[in-house]
């Protein structure tokens, strides 16, 4: 049975870091595509940043750009979030995903429960 279990979420003042963790349990990052996404009440989930196969790839979406960082331990089979320079619109909930593809075509076959992010001003 495949498990992803995120963790590191918490609250924050704007200009703050945190750092969240994806643990894979029952999976392999290791050559498939891994992410973040978010989610904020009231709005559609976000992509935020995917690492693909390969050299590895990474992705970040404009909002991110500069600011996170997402690396991956093998052996640890863990993907993290680097987050600095935190914002008030970065706040929601942040999930992991996972599953096989490659650049720019990724099945999200696996959800991890999600770990909230607050971030005030």
């Known amino acids: 049975q495949v498990q992803l279990v995120e963790s590191g979420g918490g609250s924050v003042q704007a200009g703050g870091s945190l750092r969240l963790s994806c643990a894979a349990s029952g999976y392999t990052f290791r050559g498939n595509c891994m992410g973040w996404f978010r989610q904020a009440p009231g709005k559609e989930r976000e992509r935020v940043a995917f690492i693909y196969p390969g050299d590895p790839i990474t992705y970040y979406s404009d909002s991110v750009k500069g600011r996170f960082t997402i690396s991956q331990d093998n052996s640890k089979n863990t993907v993290y979030l680097q987050m600095n320079s935190l914002k008030p619109e970065d706040s929601a909930m942040y999930y992991c995903?996972?599953?096989?593809?490659?650049?720019?075509?990724?099945?999200?076959?696996?959800w991890g429960q999600g770990t909230q992010v607050t971030v005030s001003s």
């Open positions: 995903r996972a599953g096989p593809g490659a650049y720019g075509s990724c099945t999200w076959s696996y």
